[in-house]
């Protein structure tokens, strides 16, 4: 069954903004660390950022602070990234993932941890 499902990628200008979804289902609703990676081709997975459930504290990647913002609703039952000044070396298929670790440090960062995965969404940012 789907325990992660994003949305909310597309096309958009450089310098223009857009807020994924990831939607949590089963046992991802369970899930203590909640984390936003993305893939561009011919490069490895990379780490957007994360948020806890227990205490709904953020983490970003360093090149990711400042631009990019995660949040949920309260029942953290769908978690979100809102991406602004979007540049095209953002272009990348954004994934959403899940574990129920207690993931510290750069642990977060790493996406073996992270054992439920969404089916990922495109976003495209044009020059």
């Known amino acids: 069954q789907v325990q992660l499902a994003e949305s909310g990628g597309g096309l958009v200008q450089a310098g223009g903004s857009l807020r994924l979804s990831c939607a949590a289902s089963?046992?991802?609703?369970?899930?203590?660390?909640l984390a936003w990676f993305r893939q561009s081709p011919g490069k490895e997975r990379e780490f957007v950022g994360a948020?806890?459930?227990?205490?709904?504290?953020?983490y970003y990647a360093d090149s990711m602070k400042g631009r990019f913002t995660i949040s949920s609703d309260n029942a953290m039952s769908t978690i979100f990234l809102q991406m602004n000044s979007l540049k095209p070396e953002d272009t990348a298929v954004y994934y959403c993932a899940a574990t129920e670790l207690y993931l510290y440090g750069t642990n977060r960062s790493l996406y073996s941890k992270y054992n439920y995965w969404g089916q990922g969404t495109q976003v495209t940012v044009s020059s």
């Open positions: 089963g046992r991802a609703l369970s899930a203590e660390t």
């Open positions: 948020i806890r459930r227990s205490n709904r504290n953020t």
